[in-house]
Antibody, heavy 114, light 112 residues
């Protein structure tokens, strides 16, 4: 079955760029949206944005100015970049497939800005 | 944005007893074109990502025990665990899949 594996830097300084990657194995995400979601104690689960198989993206308006989600040419990896991070971006970041509910999820990456 | 509000924030239930979690959306999640409610429930255990339990408000995901059930329509939904097991201790979230920006409830912690 489809599995998602994510990786990236976990400790950042304020004003750095957050960069995470999520890889897909065991199938295709055609017909789904491939999403990033984050979870923090203060804001709970927060949708960041998503990309579809054609490369079309949607972003949470609250983060849109700082976020880029891109799909690689093989369509087996997506990346997340968040510019100018602050302590408020400290969270566990997840990738997940949406179609229209979220399943499966990646294992999560703790990102700390300090 | 559609606001999702869960109640209670936490509840303690004895093993074998029923647990009931409520979720209210700020607008209807019912889609007339297919007669479905765009509402999902997730279970999250410590250190793990959320796991899909219920979709279309009442359809159990693959492998989910039948002690979990979902009900409701429009703006009011309920997740019921009919007979709480020790492995059901977790935080439960509802999520609206009706329109982006996709939003989640704040979570309900279920303890024994």
């Amino acid at each position: 079955q489809v599995q998602l594996q994510q990786w990236g830097a976990g400790l950042l300084k304020p004003s750095d760029t957050l960069s995470l990657t999520c890889g897909l194995s065991g199938g295709s995400f055609r017909g789904y949206y491939w999403s990033w979601i984050r979870q923090s104690p203060g804001k709970g689960l927060e949708w960041i944005g998503e990309v579809n198989h054609s490369g079309s993206t949607n972003y949470n308006p609250s983060l849109k100015s700082r976020v880029t989600i891109s799909l690689d040419a093989s369509k087996t990896q997506i990346s997340l970049k968040v510019n100018s991070v602050t302590a408020a971006d400290t969270a566990v970041y997840y990738c997940a497939l949406r179609g229209p509910w979220y399943d499966p999820w990646g294992q999560g990456t703790q990102v700390t800005v300090s | 944005d559609i606001v999702m509000t869960q109640s209670p924030d936490s509840l303690a239930v004895s093993l074998g007893e029923r647990a009931t979690i409520n979720c209210k959306s700020s607008q209807s999640l019912f889609y007339n074109s297919n007669n479905e409610n765009y509402l999902a429930w997730y279970q999250q255990k410590p250190g793990q990502p959320p796991k899909l339990l219920i979709y279309w408000a009442s359809t159990r995901a693959s492998g989910v025990p039948d002690r979990f059930s979902g009900s409701g329509s429009g703006t009011d939904f309920t997740l019921t665990i009919s007979s709480l097991q020790a492995e059901d201790v977790a935080v439960y979230y509802c999520q609206q899949c009706y329109s982006g920006t996709w939003t989640f409830g704040q979570g309900t912690k279920v303890e024994v």
